[in-house]
Antibody
Framework: QVQLQQWGAGLLRPSETLSLTCAVY????????WSWVRQSPGKGLEWIGE???????NYNPSLKSRVTISIDTSKNQFSLRLSSVTAADTAVFYC???????????????WGKGTTVTVSS | QSVLTQPPSASGTPGQRVTISCSGS????????VNWYQQVPGMAPKLLIY???QRPSGVPDRFSGSKSGTSASLAISGLQSDDEADYYC???????????FGGGTKLTVL
């Protein structure tokens, strides 16, 4: 049973860089895409970006200039960095496994429990 | 404003059948399959329906999905109190080259 365990700093000041990591346990790391999704308080879900085991990335165009997703296959981990955060970036951040090929994206099936990140001065 | 359009709320009484709609465009629903997630407040989303109408193991057959053209729908039959949650449709958008979500529908069981 694949499980995703995520962690990172929960309180940031404006202009700082958000950094979160997600570790994959109990399953294969290769052959999947690995995604980040966030949910602002009281709002819906927003896809941030994804990476595959080879390091190929796709990012949400609205966040692309501030987002970096990286991968460490030796540790079965992937990470999110979001620079220059503001209060608008306050959200619960989720990592998720994505079923996809190079041509078709199918679905996100396994999710982490979420990490609450608050940006406040 | 979400790329996919869902009604903000839906409701029904126990035992009833409710449907939740999801509308998109040729770049997303018109070209790709749709997935549905159930989210209880404070919890991570749970995959409910994938590839239009497939149920993951453990999801009751009271939940069903369909898609036609640029629209999709989720149907819940035999409504139960623990179906009360937020429901999201999601698909890949070929123009944005990314996942797009509906704004979510809050289901209330009266």
């Amino acid at each position: 049973q694949v499980q995703l365990q995520q962690w990172g700093a929960g309180l940031l000041r404006p202009s700082e860089t958000l950094s979160l990591t997600c570790a994959v346990y109990g399953g294969s790391f290769s052959g999947y895409y690995w995604s980040w999704v966030r949910q602002s308080p009281g709002k819906g879900l927003e896809w941030i970006g994804e990476i595959d085991h080879s390091g190929n990335t796709n990012y949400n165009p609205s966040l692309k200039s501030r987002v970096t997703i990286s991968i460490d296959t030796s540790k079965n981990q992937f990470s999110l960095r979001l620079s220059s955060v503001t209060a608008a970036d306050t959200a619960v951040f989720y990592c998720a496994r994505t079923i996809a090929t190079m041509i078709v994206h199918y679905y996100m099936d396994v999710w982490g429990k979420g990490t609450t990140v608050t940006v406040s001065s | 404003q979400s790329v996919l359009t869902q009604p903000p709320s839906a409701s029904g009484t126990p035992g009833q059948r409710v449907t939740i709609s999801c509308s998109g465009s040729s770049f997303n629903l018109g070209s790709n399959t749709v997935n549905w997630y159930q989210q209880v407040p404070g919890m991570a989303p749970k995959l409910l329906i994938y590839r239009n109408n497939q149920r993951p193991s453990g999801v009751p057959d009271r939940f069903s999905g369909s898609k036609s053209g640029t629209s999709a729908s989720l149907a819940i039959s035999g409504l139960q109190s623990d179906d009360e949650a937020d429901y999201y449709c999601v698909t890949w958008d070929d123009n944005l080259n990314g996942w797009v979500f509906g704004g979510g529908t809050k289901l209330t069981v009266l």
